[in-house]
């Protein structure tokens, strides 16, 4: 079983940057893929980027491609989405996500789900 909590979140203006954090409990977490996600209010879950088990391989959504950036740290167990350039419509709640394989691009949905943690950008 593994746990996450995702911190970080709060109100920033558009241009700024802003550094989620993603907690994990669980001793295999060394060994999952991680993926973070947003919701916005009146939209579907949004995948935004994704981490394999050891950091060397990341991928991303194009509407935040160049923008965000997932990185991991294994010692710590926690994954960490540094977003920039942030506009209004980055505006939701954001979400990380843990899928019990090595690497994020296989089928199925992430086993494990934060509770998510709220991002404003106020323009």
């Known amino acids: 079983q593994v746990q996450l909590v995702e911190s970080g979140g709060g109100l920033v203006q558009t241009g700024g940057s802003l550094r989620l954090s993603c907690a994990a409990s669980?001793?295999?977490?060394?060994?999952?893929?991680m993926g973070w996600f947003r919701r916005a209010p009146g939209k579907e879950r949004e995948f935004l980027g994704a981490?394999?088990?050891?950091?060397?391989?990341?991928y991303y959504a194009d509407s935040v491609k160049g923008r965000f950036t997932v990185s991991r740290d294994n010692a710590k167990n926690t994954v960490y989405l540094q977003m920039s350039n942030l506009k209004p419509e980055d505006t939701a709640v954001y979400y990380c996500?843990?899928?019990?394989?090595?690497?994020?691009?296989?089928?199925?949905?992430?086993?494990?789900w934060g509770q998510g943690t709220q991002v404003t950008v106020s323009s």
């Open positions: 981490i394999n088990w050891s950091g060397s391989s990341t």
């Open positions: 669980g001793r295999s977490f060394s060994s999952y893929a």
């Open positions: 996500a843990a899928k019990t394989t090595t690497t994020w691009r296989t089928s199925g949905l992430p086993s494990y």
